[in-house]
């Protein structure tokens, strides 16, 4: 009878040759075999090498379960992992598509301040405050009173409204307002894609040659929606301060 023992944990645990049961993938990920049946059931997983009756699992078994770990903490549920990843078993080529979507924006670091910091710049000593910038993901609770900032852009912009004598509460105000049209344009800017590239390359199988044109449209949409949303908000922005003032106008006549 072999001896079962528990593998080391880190990359040497994991060898391209298959040695791993999946009790010892189990531990080495962190998940449950339960999890891990399910995973294979749905075809997310490859399936085991088989010898002697018993399936043994290796590197590319282990990187997939901890790809979709990751996808699933940024809020993919199994059914569009399973649509992105399972099918075709572009796991890899989704990896390289997913750091292209969610690699931040040049030029725009996060910053961390800490709770002292929010209410010397800000004046944040309401907790109703500060959980509604919170909910809006306009900061991100990091722990032990610091938070980080993902966007400094629209804390310099809430610095200089409050210069200007508007209270804090009714920026946050209007940012919310819009941040829900804002993410109806994203929205709209991801279906164009999904649409217009994406399905025929996934209708087609998902060929190799396609997907650098892929991953290089996915890269050029994120700044080029940033510059439409831009032109149309200038736009909108004088028609509506125009507007805006031609009715005081009216109004003192």
């Known amino acids: 009878m072999t001896k079962t023992t528990q593998p080391e944990r880190g990359a040497d645990a994991a060898d391209a040759e298959a040695s791993l049961t999946v009790e010892q993938l189990a531990y080495e990920t962190g998940m449950s075999v339960r999890n891990i ?3 294979q059931s749905r075809g997310l997983l490859p399936p085991p090498e088989v010898r002697s009756r018993i399936g043994y699992y290796g590197r590319q078994h282990v990187e997939r379960l901890r790809l979709i770990q990751e996808m699933q903490s940024e809020g993919f549920k ?3 992992i399973e649509r992105l990843i399972g099918e075709h078993g572009d796991a890899d080529r989704f990896a390289g598509l997913r750091a292209a979507l969610t690699s931040p924006f040049a030029g725009e670091a996060p910053e961390v301040l800490t709770r002292a910091e929010l209410d010397e710049r800000f004046g944040v ?4 405050l500060l959980a509604k ?3 809006l993901g306009l900061l991100v609770g990091l722990g032990e009173e610091k938070y980080e ?3 400094p852009t629209l804390l ?3 610095e200089e409204v409050q210069a200007m004598g508007i209270p804090l509460p009714a920026a946050i105000a209007a940012i919310d307002k819009l941040k829900r049209n804002s993410r109806s344009s994203a929205r ?5 894609f999904l649409a217009e590239l994406w399905g025929p390359f996934d209708e087609a199988g998902r060929p190799e040659e396609g997907w650098e044109q892929i991953t290089g449209s996915v890269e050029r949409l994120r700044p080029l929606g940033a510059e439409v949303l831009n032109a149309v908000f200038r736009l909108d922005l004088v028609a509506e301060i125009e507007k805006a003032f031609g009715e005081v106008l009216e109004r003192r006549r």
Do not use: D
Not at 125 to 128: G, M, N, T
């Open 78 to 80: 199994l059914s569009a």
């Open 188 to 192: 709209a800017f991801v279906n164009l």
């Open 156 to 158: 310099r912009a809430a």
């Open 37 to 39: 049946r399910n995973h």
């Open 125 to 128: 000593q309401e907790e109703k």
């Open 133 to 135: 910038a919170l909910k």
């Open 149 to 151: 900032i993902p966007s």
